[in-house]
């Protein structure tokens, strides 16, 4: 546990040393009174500290999907494993942090942000739990490691136009028009991508509060088995490039499968689907 002085500490420290010397030359007894009143302040306020950061717990949820260097909101829960609760908790990451005024034996939440540097699985991350409480002279700070399962995508790199093109040239004109054999047909509903207006399903999407399309038996695109060979760069940028690829061409209306490796996943649709791919992407080489 560390301890950092704060302007007021050292302000109050200052007068402490001050009156102290002051004390010594003079004699004065109550000069002595005031002097150790101060320390023993100080001393009170330090024991409060440490009694206030003891006990308290954080576990962390992270969202579905996490890509690399790409900041992340994670969900805290913050409790404390006492029925006496803790003042003016602050859980701080590398790059934000959240203020809980109180905290009890009930779990409370908050969210802090948190990028990871690199692709594969994140087996721990480091948090800070601070206070100030109780005088705000000084703040201690308890660095705390969670044990974690998460594993962080590759970070999406959008490809070049030609390379897009070039990828999806086997499927040109394969999309049939509106008003052909089998737009009578309603397959499923997805999210509004641009589509035309007669299109949309009004009705749901007034209940959603989003815009939805029907999706139509002759609309289904061809399905697409993504690959190393297909983008270029390093390993690393291969990898973003097709993390990039599986959720453009899955929004596009495309069944994604991926071979890579020795592993190889079918075409499928789907969020799950897509998870799973993007796994594969995060853990190959890893």
Known sequence: MKVRINRSGKIFIGVTILLGVAAANTANNLLYLVVSSMLSLMLVSGIYSILNLRGVKVTVVPPPEIFAKTPAR???????????????????????????????????????????????????????????????????????????????????EKVRPRE???????????????????????????????DPIKLIHWKVSAKRGELMVKNMEGETAPPLILTLDMVEGTLEERLSKLTYLTSELMNRGH????????????????????????????????
């Open 255 to 286: 069944p994604v499968g991926l071979k890579l490796g020795d592993a190889f996943i079918p075409p499928g649709r789907g969020t799950a689907h897509k998870r799973k791919i993007l796994r594969e992407l995060a853990l190959y080489g890893a």
């Open 74 to 156: 994670l969900k805290i829960v913050v409790y404390k494993e006492s029925r006496f609760p803790s003042f003016l908790i602050e859980v701080l990451s590398w790059e934000s942090a959240y203020f809980f005024p109180l905290v009890g034996s009930d779990p409370a939440q908050g969210y802090v942000t948190y990028t990871f540097k690199r692709r594969g699985r994140a087996d721990r991350i480091t948090l800070v739990v601070s206070s100030s409480f109780p005088l705000g002279m000084f703040t201690r700070e308890n660095w705390i490691e969670l044990e974690t399962d998460i594993v962080v995508f590759p970070k999406p």
């Open 164 to 194: 897009m093109e070039r990828l999806l040239s086997e499927t040109e004109g394969s999309k049939p028009r509106l008003g052909s054999k089998g737009y009578e047909d309603i397959k499923d509903l997805r999210d509004y991508r641009g």
